[in-house]
């Protein structure tokens, strides 16, 4: 069975830090490119982040480069997810996502299998 789950979110004030996790089982960590994808409250799916099979190439949308960094453990089964500089827009529930596929895609469609999600809240 496929399972993904995120961990590390939580309440933040703006400008501060946090490190999601996403621990992988049930399938071949190292074959699946792996992605963030965040739903603000009231809004759609939004890409926030994809990194290769190997982590040798990782991409952003331009609004969230230099704050945001994904990396990954394939030794661990772990994908993460460090958020700096966070700001109040940044409040969202985050997905982790995997692809049967070594290089990702920017296409939620493309991703199969998802983890329950993890509240971010940045506030005073």
């Known amino acids: 069975e496929v399972q993904l789950v995120e961990s590390g979110g939580g309440l933040v004030q703006p400008g501060g830090s946090l490190r999601l996790s996403c621990a992988v089982s049930?399938?071949?960590?190292?074959?699946?490119?792996m992605t963030w994808v965040r739903q603000a409250p009231g809004k759609g799916l939004e890409w926030v982040s994809t990194?290769?099979?190997?982590?040798?190439?990782?991409y952003f949308p331009e609004s969230l480069k230099g704050r945001f960094h994904i990396s990954r453990d394939n030794a661990k089964n772990t994908l993460y997810l460090q958020m700096n500089s966070l700001k109040p827009e940044d409040t969202a529930v985050y997905y982790c996502?995997?692809?049967?596929?070594?290089?990702?895609?920017?296409?939620?469609?493309?991703?199969?299998?998802w983890g329950q999600g993890t509240q971010v809240t940045v506030s005073l």
């Open positions: 049930g399938f071949t960590f190292d074959d699946y490119s």
């Open positions: 990194i290769t099979w190997n982590g040798a190439n990782t």
């Open positions: 996502v995997a692809r049967d596929h070594p290089y990702g895609s920017k296409s939620v469609a493309d991703y199969p299998y």
